[in-house]
Nanobody, 133 residues
Framework: QVQLVESGGGLVQAGGSLNLSCTGS????????IAWFRQAPGKEREGVSC????????YYADSVKGRFTTSRSNAEKTVYLQMNNLKPDDTAVYYC??????????????????????????WGQGTQVTVSS
């Protein structure tokens, strides 16, 4: 049974940092694309970052470029999201998700394709990130 579990959320002041983890069981994350999505109260869920298992290609939403970094540890079956210089607008529930289709996406394809939610097969339950001003 495939399961994704997020951890590392919490309360932080603006300008601070958090490192989220997404640990998988039941399969090797290295073979898939793992994305982070977030959903703020009253807003639609949006893609934040994605790392492809096949070649390590990463994608980021414009709103987090230069502040967030996604990486993976194959040995630990974990994907990370290092979030620096956090802003109150980053407050949301953060979810990790796994996709077979995105992993096979051409490297030259548009980055927005990495955040098409129906392409994701498994989702974690989410971790809350709250950034105070």
């Amino acid at each position: 049974q495939v399961q994704l579990v997020e951890s590392g959320g919490g309360l932080v002041q603006a300008g601070g940092s958090l490192n989220l983890s997404c640990t998988g069981s039941g399969l090797a994350l290295v073979n898939y694309a793992i994305a982070w999505f977030r959903q703020a109260p009253g807003k639609e869920r949006e893609g934040v970052s994605c790392i492809k298992g096949s070649d390590g290609t990463t994608y980021y939403a414009d709103s987090v470029k230069g502040r967030f970094t996604t990486s993976r540890s194959n040995a630990e079956k974990t994907v990370y999201l290092q979030m620096n210089n956090l802003k109150p607008d980053d407050t949301a529930v953060y979810y990790c998700a796994l996709s077979v289709a995105v992993a096979a996406m051409p490297r030259t394809g548009p980055a927005t394709n990495a955040f098409i939610e129906p392409l994701y097969d498994y989702w974690g339950q989410g971790t809350q990130v709250t950034v105070s001003s």
